[in-house]
């Protein structure tokens, strides 16, 4: 039996992978640069900042100083603002992940009347963007007496347009109309049969908005900006731009070297965050593969 014939690589091909390595590798650049400018001058003392080369470390290394500055700065203020931002996070992201997917679920597995109505409202809007919003936002809150507080952040983070459509779609798929009516047979619940079974199989696209929702709620700017005045409840974006105006405005402060250091701890817990739910997306994408 004659050995199969050794395919053999087209040069169109070879350069057409050339050129997809070389735009990628440059994508990856561009990408990882920053995040590399920020570890690397986190690590410089103030006056390093504006002596040294901005993409290689000086020969003092002052990283463990500037992250004890950082968080004793002015009584620890940026220790009060990371626990706002987590508060945000998890109560209004939380939220709206947990109102996302059972909306979403009803909407994909329930039939009633005015479900095109209702689709058209939602993609209506995720077509409106947040900051289009934030001002009458603020009009009616001020109406409520709710600025200045946690709740002027935390209720408007417990609306995710685009959560509930992701889940909606997700689980028209995901979960087998059959499934659930087997499970009604045997005399579960609604709510039994979501949470039992539903909420399994919709895992990776719960992962799925519950990260969209912490990376929205954790960046978010304009709306503590016009909502809160007092400091004490500011999130790390609006706290963290505070001492960035305080170091390069009109009698700036020697604190630039906290406000890196204070944006690279910043970071950390939404790579954090990234690195643990992947392992869900990751069995998502391999469900159904195996046949059992």
């Known amino acids: 039996m004659a050995a199969p014939a050794l395919a053999r690589t087209s040069p169109a091909h070879t350069r057409r992978s050339l050129v997809l390595t070389l735009v990628m590798s440059a994508f990856l650049i561009y990408t990882l640069l920053p995040l590399f400018w920020l570890v690397i001058n986190a690590t410089k003392s103030q006056a390093d900042l504006f002596s040294s080369f901005g993409l290689w470390f000086s020969d003092d290394?002052?990283?463990?100083?500037?992250?004890?500055?950082?968080?004793?700065?002015?009584?620890?203020?940026?220790?009060?603002?990371?626990?706002?931002?987590?508060?945000?996070?998890?109560?209004?992201?939380?939220?709206?992940?947990?109102?996302?997917?059972?909306?979403?679920?009803?909407?994909?597995?329930?039939?009633?009347?005015?479900?095109?109505?209702?689709?058209?409202?939602?993609?209506?809007?995720?077509?409106?963007?947040?900051?289009?919003?934030?001002?009458?936002?603020?009009?009616?809150?001020?109406?409520?007496?709710?600025?200045?507080?946690?709740?002027?952040?935390?209720?408007?983070?417990?609306?995710?347009?685009?959560?509930l459509y992701l889940i909606w779609v997700y689980a028209t798929d995901a979960v087998p109309t059959e499934l659930l009516e087997a499970a009604r047979m045997d005399g579960a619940g609604e709510f039994r049969t979501f949470f039992t079974i539903s909420a399994r199989l919709l895992a990776p696209g719960i992962v799925t908005v519950v990260l969209f929702a912490v990376v929205a709620t954790w960046n978010n700017y304009f709306l503590p900006l016009i909502m809160l005045s007092d400091p004490s409840w500011y999130p790390l974006t609006v706290g963290l731009n505070q001492w960035n105006a305080q170091a390069i405005g009109v009698g700036a402060q020697p604190i630039y070297n906290l406000v890196i250091t204070g944006s690279l701890l910043s970071i950390i817990p939404i790579v954090v965050a990234f690195l643990l739910l992947q392992r869900f997306w990751q069995s998502g994408l391999s469900a159904g593969s195996v046949k059992q």
């Open 61 to 163: 290394v002052q990283l463990w100083e500037n992250i004890r500055q950082t968080l004793t700065y002015r009584d620890g203020i940026f220790v009060r603002w990371l626990g706002n931002t987590l508060l945000y996070v998890v109560v209004g992201a939380g939220g709206a992940t947990i109102l996302a997917t059972m909306a979403g679920y009803g909407l994909a597995k329930y039939n009633f009347r005015g479900r095109k109505a209702v689709f058209a409202v939602i993609l209506g809007a995720i077509a409106v963007p947040g900051t289009a919003l934030a001002v009458p936002t603020f009009l009616m809150f001020s109406q409520l007496g709710l600025t200045n507080t946690p709740w002027a952040i935390i209720i408007p983070s417990l609306i995710s347009p685009f959560g």
